[in-house]
């Protein structure tokens, strides 16, 4: 089967231009080529800064809750309701990063 892009584009750039465009196609969480791609074709790039930290830091959140809920269940606390509140909100929270960082590929 054809690739559908097989027309190539080849362009100069400094090493300082290069450093540029890789770091906000690395802060876009894209390859060089589709960053180059959106950017040329007027598509949104979101770049969301601090996006891996606040990924690894929900993940921590989920890894204490889930602590706190297997503590609950072993009778050693009380807080089910107040816990499956959280647990519901930190799910939402988790699939909107999810969907965002979908948006970027």
Request: charged share 30%.
């Amino acid at each position: 089967m054809a690739r559908e892009r097989n027309k190539q584009i080849l362009i100069r750039v400094t090493e300082k231009e290069k450093a540029i465009i890789s770091k906000y196609a690395k802060k876009s969480n894209l390859n060089v080529n589709n960053f180059l791609i959106k950017a040329g074709t007027m598509k949104e790039i979101h770049v969301i800064e601090g996006l891996p930290e606040m990924t690894i830091e929900i993940i921590r959140i989920g890894n204490n809750i889930n602590q706190i809920t297997k503590a609950v269940h072993q009778g050693k606390t009380e807080c089910g309701y107040e816990l499956h509140e959280v647990k519901e909100e930190l799910r939402k929270i988790w699939l909107l990063l999810k969907r965002l960082t979908q948006e970027q590929a």
